[in-house]
C-alpha cells in the first residue's frame, strides 16, 4: 500500500520534533536541582590536554570518515582521486552531522559533487548506499560488541523491552552477520525499492565493517577524553552508552540528535559523573565535534573565493570550486541558523553582571532593553532565511550579511556579550566571499518551506525556550515579570524577547499569505500566448520556436519577459530546452519551474538543454546527462567554393539543372499552398511508415505552419519538398523544423533546400544556421567512462534497425558544422527509468506513439 505523500513529507518531522519535546521535558525534571553557572564551570574547568586531544580526535574521526567514500567509489567501479573523494566526504559530513539526515543529509551534496566529476546517477546512487551501509555495520558491529561486553541492566528510564543489554547486543549483531552471508552467496543483483543493487565481494564488505567500526570508536573517544575519569577498563562501558544514545538519536529524526543524545548519555552514565559535569562535557563534544568541522568547511569556503579571486591556486582551486559551488548554500544557511541560535540563546542567558555595570555608565536602560527585543526579532529572521540562503536567493543573502552585522552590534548593546560577538562577527566574515554563489533575484516570501525545515526551526525555538527557563526557574513567575524594566531584569528581557520571537513568526507568515502566490501549471490562454510569440520574436535561438506548437504549457518571469515551455506526462514535468529570454532571467525561472513541480509531487525534467546553466542544473541536485549534440552551420563563413564543399555544390547545381528553384514564402502566402503541402506531408509520412511527433519536434498544423515562413523547392510550379523556417532576432540563428517532400522527388531534394536556405540566411545576416541535435552523438565510452555514455554508445553503434544514429551525424557532418552538446538533466537513481518513459511518451505523441515508429 502506497502512503500518501502528505503522510510521508510531515510524519518524519513531526515525529522527531515529538522525541525532542520529550527529551526536554526530561531534562528540565532531572536537571531542576543545577544552576547554569555550575554548567559553565564545569566547562571552563575542562583540562586544556583533554580538549587539545579531543581535537585530535576529530581530526582522526574525519579522516577515517573519507574512507567510506574511498570504498564506494571503489566498489561502484569509478576512479577519482582521493583529494576529491576526501573532499567530497568532508564537506557532505561537515553539514549532515551538524543538522541530521532528515534535512541536508550527505546524499544531495554527494550526488552533486560527484555527478560534477563525472559519475553517473546510477554510479551515485551506489555510492550513497554503500555509504549508508558502511554507516550502520560500523554502529551495529560496534555497538551490539559493546553492549555484549559491558552487559548490565537495562536503564528502566529507557523503557527497553529486555533486563540486560546482552539480547539487545546480539540483535544489533544479527543484521551484521546476515549482510556477510548474503555477500558471501548472492553474486547476481537483486531488485529492492525500485531500484537494482550489487552486493559487494566479501573483502570489500570486511572493509565496510572495518572502516565503520574505527569511524565509531574514534568519534565515542572525542566524548570520552572529555569526561571526568570513569576509572580503569571503562571504555568499553562507556562505548556501549555512546552507541546506545547514537542509535536512538539518529531513529529519532532529530536534527543531529539535538536533545535525544544527550538525554540517553544522562540517563546511563554512572552515578559517579555529575550531571553539570556530563553537560559540561556534552557542550564541549558538540563543539569539538560537529561545530568545529563546520567552521573548517566555512573556513575552506573563504579561503577558495580569495584564492580564486587572486587566482592563485589552480589545479586545487578548481577542484574546490566545482565542489563548494554545490555546497556553498547549504554551507551559509547552516551559519545562518547557528547565527539566529546564537542571537536567541545568549537572550535566553543571564547577561554578566559587571558587564551590565559598566554598560550602565555609558547607555540609558531603555537602549539596552531595546537591543534585547531587536536581537530576538533578528535571531529569529535568521533562521527563516537559512532556507532562502539555501535555495541561493541574492536577497536572502544581502540581509543575512545586514542581520549578521546588526546582530553584532545588538549582542555589544545588551549587555557586552563580547563571546557571541565574536562568533557572530567569524561567520560574518566566512559567509561574505560566498557572494559569487547567489544569483536568484526573486520575493523571499514566494520559497515554500519545507516540513523538516519548519521542524529544525521550531527545535531551535523550543530548544532556546528551555534554555531560559532553565536558566530562571529559581524566579517566581508573576505578571509584573513582563513590565518590570531593571538592569538586572534578565528573566523579564527573556519573557520579552519571547513576545518579540512570537511577534516576528506571525508577522513571516502573515507576509507569506499576502505575499506573491506560487506559480500554478495551467492552459495558456491568447494573452498568454501573444506574450510568448513576442519573447519568441526577440530570442536569437532559433529553437525557441517549438514555443508555437501549441502543444506545451508555459511558466514566465514575474516580468513576462522569459518563459520555460514545458508538458507533464505521467510524474514528469519536462520543460522543452533552456528558458527563452534575456539570460539574467533564466537562474530564478529553473528554480521556480523545479519548486513548482515539487509542489505538484512530480520529477522535474529538462530536455535537450545546453550547457550555458548546467551550474544552475547541478544546484537543483538533479543528474545531468549528455543525450547527444547539436549541429550549427557558422553562416558568414559559409560558401560553396573550395575543394572541401565539391559535394555540397555538386548538389547545388544539379539541382538546377533539373530544373528546381527555391523560394520563401511569408506567412501570408501560407494560406494558398497549405492543401498542397497537406498533401506532400500525407505521402512523406506513408513512404517513412511513421507517424507525427510532438513536444519537441513540429507536426503538420495549419496554424503553427502559418506563424512562420516556409522554404520551399518547386519544379515546373509544383512544390516537391517544403520545410517551415524558424527564425532568429536579428543576427541570431536560423533552422527549420518539420521538413517534407514527396516520394518522386529528385535524390538530394532536402540537401539543396538546406544549401539555398543557409545561403538565404547569410544574405540576412544571420550567424548560425541549426541542423538541429544528432541523438547520442559525441558520448565517450572508454572504461573509466559513466554507465549512461557505455550504455548510449551501445545504442549508437548498434541501434540502427530502430534508429538511424550514425547516418543522421553522418548526414549532418557533410556541411561541417561546430557541434556543442545537449543534455537531459533530471533526477537520477530509480527514478531514471520512468523519466525516460514520460518523455519518449511526450515526444510521440502517448504511449502509443512511443511503441511505433
Known sequence: MRVPRLVRTWLPPAAGLAVFVFALVYLHRELAHL??????????????????????????????LTLYDVLSVRFVGASLPYRRTALASFLGYAVSQNVGFTLFSGAPLRFRMYTAWGLSAIEVTGVVAFNAVSFWLGLLGVGGTSLILAGGASPAELHLPFASLRPLGILMLLPVGGYFVACGMRRVPFELGGGRWQLPRLQLAFGQLAVGCVDWVVAAAVLYVLLPPLGPGSFV????????????????????????????????????????????????????????????????????????????LGRLSRIIGAALRVVAPQLVAVTAVAGGAVLLVFGALPAMPGRLAWLDGLLPLGILELSHFLASIVGVGLLMLGWAVMRRLEAAYYVTCAALGVGIVLTLLRGLQIEAAIAL?????????????????????????????????????????????????????????????????????????????????????ILRLLGPAPPRSRAPDAGDLERVRAIVAASPNAGAGLALLGDKRFLFDPERTAFIMYGIEGRSWIAMGDPVGPPETHGDLIWTFREMADRYGGWTVFYEVSDD?????????????????????????????????????????????????????SPNQIAEVLPELRVISDAWLESKNTREKSFSLGRFDESYLMQCPVAVVRRNGAILAFANVWQGSEGGELSIDLMRFVPEAPPGVMDYLFIHLMLWGKERDYTFFSLGMAPLAGLRAGPLAPLWNRLASVVYRHGEHFYNFQGLQQYKEKFDPEWSPRYLVCPGGAALPGVLGDLAALTSGGLLGALLK
Do not use: C
Open 35 to 64: 544552576h547554569p553557572r555550575e554548567i559553565a564551570a564545569q566547562l571552563r574547568a575542562l583540562p586544556a590536554s583533554a580538549v587539545a586531544l579531543a581535537v585530535a580526535l576529530t581530526v582522526a574521526s574525519y579522516l577515517v
Open 425 to 509: 562577527a567569524a561567520m560574518l566574515l566566512l559567509v561574505l566571499p560566498a557572494r559569487p554563489f547567489f544569483y536568484r533575484r526573486t520575493s523571499l516570501f514566494r520559497q515554500p518551506l519545507s516540513p523538516s525545515w519548519m521542524a529544525a526551526v521550531a527545535v531551535v525555538i523550543l530548544g532556546v525556550g528551555w534554555i531560559g527557563l532553565f536558566s530562571y526557574r529559581h524566579v517566581e513567575y508573576s505578571s509584573e515579570l513582563w513590565w518590570q524594566f531593571a538592569l538586572d531584569g534578565d528573566a523579564s528581557r527573556f519573557l520579552r524577547g519571547g513576545i518579540g520571537v512570537a511577534l516576528a513568526l506571525t508577522v513571516f507568515g
Open 613 to 665: 546553466n548546467l551550474p544552475i542544473y547541478v544546484d537543483l541536485g538533479l543528474t545531468v546527462l549528455k543525450i547527444g549534440e547539436e549541429g550549427k552551420v557558422s553562416l558568414p563563413g559559409f560558401s560553396l567554393e573550395g575543394g572541401s564543399r565539391s559535394g555540397l555544390r555538386h548538389t547545388f547545381n544539379r539541382g538546377k539543372r533539373e530544373g528546381l528553384n527555391f523560394e520563401v514564402l
Open 237 to 312: 562501558g562507556f562505548l556501549a552508552i555512546f552507541m546506545l544514545a547514537q542509535a536512538l538519536g539518529l531513529i529519532s529524526q532529530v536534527p543531529g540528535g539535538l536533545g535525544v543524545f544527550e538525554t540517553v548519555v544522562l540517563l546511563t552514565l554512572p552515578a559517579t559523573v555529575g550531571h553539570a559535569a556530563a553537560l559540561g562535557s556534552l557542550v564541549a563534544y558538540r563543539a569539538i565535534y560537529y561545530l568545529l568541522p563546520l567552521a573548517v568547511a566555512l573556513v575552506t569556503l573563504t579561503v577558495y573565493e580569495v584564492g580564486a579571486q587572486h587566482e592563485r
